[in-house]
């Protein structure tokens, strides 16, 4: 199985700043056959379903607010926040689905400081 | 748009089997390939359980295999897990979702969950 492991486990940050979590995976989840990074990004919110961010690595999903992007290739990704709101205050997941069992990360806690 | 709507017990029994079942509204659960069962444990994080294509078709995360079953019953726009055997690291919080496949690699069809159900608490204790 792939292994996912993401840092930091937790974050505090002010309103308006940048948050950057990070994702790392076991094996590279880059595929040659099409160049594309099969990785995903969650958010996970006390009471709500959980929410599909991204896709691809890279790829928003729709309606996801543009404050949320995804970047980096293989085996290091990271999910950046350009500025902190208070309703993103949650548990945010990576998943690879380069190979099945998909596998997730452990996730990292965002909070407000 | 597509809402999932997970239920069924919220305490189960060590040895006993945990059954869920989750509806789907809003469109016909054939309108996707595939549906999903994922959990949320606090040592664990989450974890893929495993898939049901509209077809019948399963597919396990293989720590889960020897216990697991889910299926699906296109008639009443839902689908099931069951997961006997449960013992106290079973309990966690269990999510239905749509296992949107738009990937392919070597041959084999994966995808990421784009539509996810509320989560229904499940405990295992006597």
């Known amino acids: 199985d792939i292994v996912m492991t993401q840092s930091p486990d937790s974050l505090a940050l002010s309103l308006g700043e940048r948050a950057t979590i990070n994702c790392k995976s076991s094996q590279s989840l880059l595929y040659n056959s099409n160049n594309k990074n099969f990785l995903a990004w969650y958010q996970l919110k006390s009471g709500q379903p959980p929410k599909l961010l991204i896709y691809w690595a890279s790829t928003r999903e729709s309606g996801v607010p543009d404050r949320f992007s995804g970047s980096g290739s293989g085996t290091d990704f990271t999910l950046t926040i350009s500025r902190l709101q208070a309703e993103d205050v949650a548990v945010y997941y990576c998943q690879q689905y380069f190979s099945i069992p998909y596998t997730f990360g452990q996730g990292t806690k965002l909070e407000i400081k | 748009q597509v809402q999932l709507r997970e239920w069924g017990p919220g305490l189960v029994k060590p040895s006993e089997t945990l059954s869920l079942t989750c509806g789907v509204s809003?469109?016909?659960?054939?309108?996707?390939?595939?549906w999903g069962w994922i959990r949320q444990s606090p040592g664990k994080g989450l974890e893929w359980i495993g898939s049901v294509y509209r077809g019948g078709s399963t597919y396990y995360n293989p720590s889960f295999r020897t216990r697991v079953a889910i299926s699906i019953d296109t008639s009443k726009n839902q689908f099931s897990l069951r997961l006997s055997s449960v013992t106290a690291a079973d309990t966690a919080i269990y999510y239905c979702?749509?296992?949107?496949?738009?990937?392919?690699?070597?041959?084999?069809?994966?995808?990421?969950?784009?539509?996810w159900g509320q989560g229904t608490q499940v405990t295992v204790s006597s």
């Open positions: 979702a749509r296992d949107l496949r738009l990937a392919v690699v070597r041959g084999v069809v994966t995808g990421w969950f784009d539509t």
């Open positions: 809003g469109d016909s659960i054939t309108s996707a390939e595939y």
